[in-house]
């Protein structure tokens, strides 16, 4: 998959350095940004649909906590998958409602077998091992092997940042 | 930390809107409507949950690769006699964004944000030469979701 940089002016970067904290929780959001960045409303949301359109924006929405809602335990499962059947199994396992993140990533042989990464998220540590059964049993055959790693500690966490 | 009390309606908000919010002129007044909902009920319940910290925030998720920027995961095999003392050099990089201790023989898992892949490359060799120790790379390939619902 290529990523293509994309061009950038001035107003795209201070619209996301307007929103990236969050949109304002009024009636027209897009018109209190409008008057931050100093453009029209109007440009402004055509301006965040090509963002959206291009995948420079994700999404729009919610954003959950995973800890403040008790999600404690946060387990980085890890799959040896057969690379044949990667994309099919992949887009599968990702789709499962406790997966918040799914990737394909090399490994690192001999030390790294896993090539796929789906983060599962559980009130506690029994919770993430019995939804990874539940990728295990998803998976069957095409993982050989596979392991959880446990967060113990945070040791730092800084958000997206642009500079406007 | 405030105490986090859910209804059933806020649980179905968190799950279903984490996507699809419209950029209409009154986009809360349109989101609303799914839930049964009027406009000024759900900007007052995205306030509480963003207060109660149930959210972190409401609004647009941007994709730093798409910036522009290049992202990637690695991680480290840290003797634990020496794990402070390497947390400290990694941190230090402004281009760590994340950094989590994991259980595991490989156990330094941090995100690198750069301006451009050429950064990925340098910071790693920056990394690897303070601290000995090797950086193992892992730049996403596909990526298959991003998103979490919270169970009803």
Redesign the interface.
């Known amino acids: 998959m290529q990523n293509f940089p994309h061009q950038l002016d001035d107003l795209d970067r201070k619209i996301i350095a307007a929103t990236q904290d969050g949109l304002p929780l009024v009636p027209e959001p897009f018109e209190v940004v409008a008057q931050q960045v100093d453009a029209p409303t109007e440009e402004v949301r055509s301006r965040l649909r090509w963002m959206l359109d291009q995948g420079i924006i994700r999404r729009i929405g919610v954003v959950p906590n995973h800890y403040a809602l008790g999600l404690n335990a946060n387990g980085m499962s890890v799959w040896d998958v057969r690379d044949d059947v990667m994309g099919k199994l992949g887009k599968r396992v990702g789709e499962l409602a406790f997966v918040s993140h799914c990737y394909s990533r090399p490994r690192h042989l001999p030390d790294w077998p896993y090539n796929l990464f789906a983060m599962v998220h559980g009130r506690k540590r029994a919770e993430v091992e019995e939804k990874v059964a539940v990728i295990a049993r998803m998976l069957g055959e095409a993982s050989a092997r596979h392991d959880i790693l446990y967060s113990t500690r945070i040791l730092k966490k800084t958000g997206l940042r642009i500079a406007a | 930390?405030k105490d986090?009390s859910l209804d059933s309606t806020d649980r179905w908000?968190?799950n279903s809107?984490?996507?699809?919010?419209g950029?209409g002129?009154?986009?809360?007044?349109d989101a609303a409507e799914q839930f049964g909902l009027s406009?000024t009920d759900l900007?007052a319940r995205?306030?509480r949950?963003?207060d109660?910290?149930?959210?972190?925030?409401?609004?647009?998720?941007?994709?730093?690769?798409?910036?522009?920027g290049a992202v990637t995961?690695c991680?480290m095999a840290v003797p634990e006699e020496r794990f402070d003392e390497v947390?400290e050099m990694?941190?230090a990089h402004r281009e760590?964004?994340?950094?989590?201790?994991?259980?595991?023989?490989?156990n330094?898992?941090?995100v690198l944000?750069c301006e451009?892949p050429d950064g990925i490359a340098a910071t790693i060799a920056e990394i690897e030469a303070e601290t000995d120790l090797q950086v193992?790379?892992?730049?996403?390939?596909?990526?298959?979701?991003?998103?979490?619902?919270?169970?009803a």
């Open positions: 930390m986090i908000i968190i809107l984490q996507g699809c919010f950029l002129e009154r986009p809360y007044r406009e900007i995205l306030e949950l963003i109660c910290r149930a959210l972190s925030r409401f609004g647009p998720m941007y994709n730093a690769e798409k910036l522009g995961l991680a947390t990694v941190n760590v964004a994340h950094n989590y201790a994991r259980s595991h023989k490989l330094m898992w941090f944000a451009n193992y790379d892992f730049p996403k390939q596909q990526e298959f979701f991003i998103g979490l619902k919270v169970e």
